[in-house]
């Protein structure tokens, strides 16, 4: 089954840029969707089809997907950024939805 | 207001049985794939289910043969029938639009799943 890596957490100073990456076998050839979940709250869509950001999203909010890994990339990082991210994936071989196991980002 | 209110999560004992809901608003639902979506005390998203407009559907591997999805378009809800159930099971259940070229653009709030003696 298809497997989609995310690091446990990721810190980031506020003002600065956080990346967060997923990697996948040939995941640059999927279309990738992000989610941010904050403590208690359903998550939230932030970018879908790797770089597109639904209304109302901020425009710090970005994505690039190439080869084997994507990112998910915030800029001018604010405290209210912190959350739970997780990627995700449609498996075509296995018609399933897959996620990641989710990043956590501390804003330092 | 695109709106999904799950509803029918309870506290239930180890091989026992359980159906949850999914009321959708302001959406033409028919049109639409629909899923659920758990996750355990604590930990990460786990995908459980998804049925496509045209009532296509698919299970996670944890749940085939134990877990229906179904939909009612002429009252705009989303079902899952939940039986064999484990401690493992115990999770939020989330309903949650999107699917085929959609993402997973509108979630529910969640009701909560508690499979215990």
């Known amino acids: 089954s298809y497997v989609l890596t995310q690091p446990p957490s990721v810190s980031v100073a506020p003002g600065k840029t956080a990346r967060i990456t997923c990697g996948g076998y040939?995941?640059?050839?999927?279309?990738v969707h992000w989610y941010q979940q904050k403590p208690g709250q359903a998550p939230v869509l932030v970018i879908y089809?790797?770089?597109d950001r639904p209304s109302g999203i901020p425009e710090r909010f970005s994505g690039s997907n190439s080869g084997n890994t994507a990112t998910l990339i915030i800029s001018r990082v604010e405290a209210g950024d912190e959350a739970d991210y997780y990627c995700?994936?449609?498996?075509?071989?296995?018609?399933?939805?897959?996620f990641g196991g989710g990043t956590r980002l501390t804003v330092l | 207001e695109v709106q999904l209110v799950e509803s029918g999560g309870v506290l239930v004992k180890p091989g026992g049985s359980l159906r949850l809901s999914c009321a959708a608003s302001?959406?033409?639902?028919?049109?639409?794939?629909m899923n659920w979506v758990r996750q355990a005390p604590g930990k990460g998203l786990e995908w459980v289910s998804s049925?496509?407009?045209?009532?296509?559907?698919y299970y996670a591997d944890s749940v085939t043969g134990r877990f229906t999805i179904s939909r009612d378009s002429a009252r705009d809800s989303l079902y899952l029938k939940m039986n064999s159930l484990r401690a493992e099971d115990t999770a939020v259940y989330y309903c949650?639009?999107?699917?085929?070229?959609?993402?997973?653009?509108?979630w529910g709030q969640g009701t909560t799943v508690t499979v215990s003696s």
């Open positions: 949650v639009r999107g699917g085929g070229n959609i993402p997973m653009d509108v």
């Open positions: 995700q994936v449609w498996d075509s071989s296995s018609d399933h939805w897959v």
């Open positions: 302001g959406f033409t639902f028919s049109t639409y794939h």
């Open positions: 040939n995941i640059g050839s999927k279309s």
């Open positions: 089809d790797g770089d």
């Open positions: 049925i496509s407009s045209s009532s296509y559907i």
